[in-house]
Nanobody, 115 residues
Framework: QVQLVESGGGLVQPGGSLRLSCVAS????????MGWYRQAPGKERELVAR???????YYADSVKGRFTISRDNAKNTVYLQMNSLKPEDTAIYYC?????????WGKGTLVTVSS
C-alpha cells in the first residue's frame, strides 16, 4: 500500500499563494492518474485538479487560471500551486492517486484563506 502525505497548507490572505506537495512512499510511475480534491466545511469532497500526463490535465472551473498541478515522477511527488487564493478556496485538500483499480488517499492538509 502506497502512502500519500500532503504538506504545504496553512493560513494565507486573499490574493496570496500556497504550494501543496504530496509525497508518495513509493513510485508514482504506475499511477494512472494523480490529483487533488478538497472538502470545505459542510460540503462534499470535490475534484480540484488531476494529472494523467503533461498533455492530459483537468481543472475544476472554479480554479482554472489560478491553480497549476504538476507531477515529478523522479521525486514521487505531486504539486498543486495555488495563486490568487479566495476565501472560498478554504478547505481540507487531499491528495489522490488511482492505480490498478484502487483509490489511494492522503490524510489531507488544511488551507485557510482569510484576512
Amino acid at each position: 500500500q502506497v502512502q500519500l502525505v500532503e504538506s504545504g497548507g496553512g493560513l494565507v490572505q486573499p490574493g496570496g499563494s500556497l504550494r501543496l506537495s504530496c509525497v508518495a512512499s513509493g513510485s508514482i510511475d504506475s499511477f494512472n492518474n494523480m490529483g487533488w480534491y478538497r472538502q470545505a466545511p459542510g460540503k462534499e469532497r470535490e475534484l480540484v485538479a488531476r494529472v494523467i500526463t503533461i498533455a492530459s490535465i483537468y481543472y475544476a472551473d472554479s480554479v482554472k487560471g489560478r491553480f497549476t498541478i504538476s507531477r515529478d515522477n523522479a521525486k514521487n511527488t505531486v504539486y498543486l500551486q495555488m495563486n490568487s487564493l479566495k476565501p472560498e478556496d478554504t478547505a481540507i485538500y487531499y491528495c489522490h492517486g488511482f492505480r490498478n483499480g484502487m483509490d489511494h488517499w492522503g490524510k489531507g492538509t488544511l488551507v485557510t484563506v482569510s484576512s
